[in-house]
């Protein structure tokens, strides 16, 4: 078993573009949460999809979206990125009610 | 509004002793505890968890307290090993919900040999 998976591992942008991340989750696990974590903070909660459906939000603008497909696997999406937006993603797949495991992450650079 | 505190963001242990991890929270409807370990380069790796309805729960070298009353959980490592050497984040959720999970700073710890 794999496990979480994440591509890329890293991944340097400017400001103004747009990047796309990709998971795909432990087997038979449903649902997919995005998290960011910046530099020396804890992973923040960005959203959650579950049957293809965004099914829960954090604190994060529109420029922050995602999907989930058919298989489960998921992308997320950050348009007009910011100086800010460098951090470290990080994806989590779980059962619903069960612990999430976590992916290695990708490490974005915004320049 | 940190939800989740860790103060200590450091910890230095000596082999053989005991590491003892702390974390605070604010929100009284949080209801289920985790505590994940991250190695550099390594997305976290759950450790061990805890419900509202007990005060302990134990996995080996591992135990996490809750004390409700004081809105206050640690992690208990005995004996530490080097190999424990890691940055610890504390996590609650609401389980009722949708299980976000609201994270702590972490707390990078030291075993030294």
């Known amino acids: 078993d794999a496990g979480v998976t994440q591509s890329p591992t890293h991944l340097i942008k400017t400001r103004g573009q747009q990047v796309t991340l990709r998971c795909s989750p432990k087997s038979g696990h449903d649902t997919v949460s995005w998290y960011q974590q910046a530099l020396g903070q804890g992973p923040q909660f960005i959203f959650q999809y579950y049957e293809e459906e965004e099914r829960q939000r954090g604190n994060f603008p529109d420029r922050f979206s995602g999907h989930q497909f058919p298989n489960y696997s998921s992308e997320l999406n950050v348009n007009a990125l910011l100086l800010g937006d460098s951090a470290l993603y990080l994806c989590a797949s779980s059962l619903i009610g069960l612990y999430k495991y976590f992916g290695p992450g990708t490490r974005l650079t915004v320049l | 509004d940190q939800q989740v505190k860790q103060n200590s963001p450091s910890l230095s242990v000596q082999e053989g002793r005991i590491s003892i991890l702390n974390c605070d929270y604010t929100n009284s409807m949080f209801d289920y505890f985790l505590w994940y370990k991250k190695y550099p380069a390594e997305g976290p790796t759950f450790l061990i968890s805890i419900s509202s309805i007990k005060d302990k729960n134990e996995d080996g070298r591992f135990t996490v307290f809750l004390n409700k009353s004081a809105k206050h959980l640690s992690l208990h490592i005995v004996p530490s090993q080097p190999g424990d050497s890691a940055v610890y984040f504390c996590?609650?959720?609401?389980?009722?919900?949708?299980?976000?999970?609201?994270f702590g700073t972490g707390t990078r710890l030291k075993v030294l040999a």
């Open positions: 996590a609650a959720s609401v389980v009722a919900g949708t299980y976000k999970y609201i």
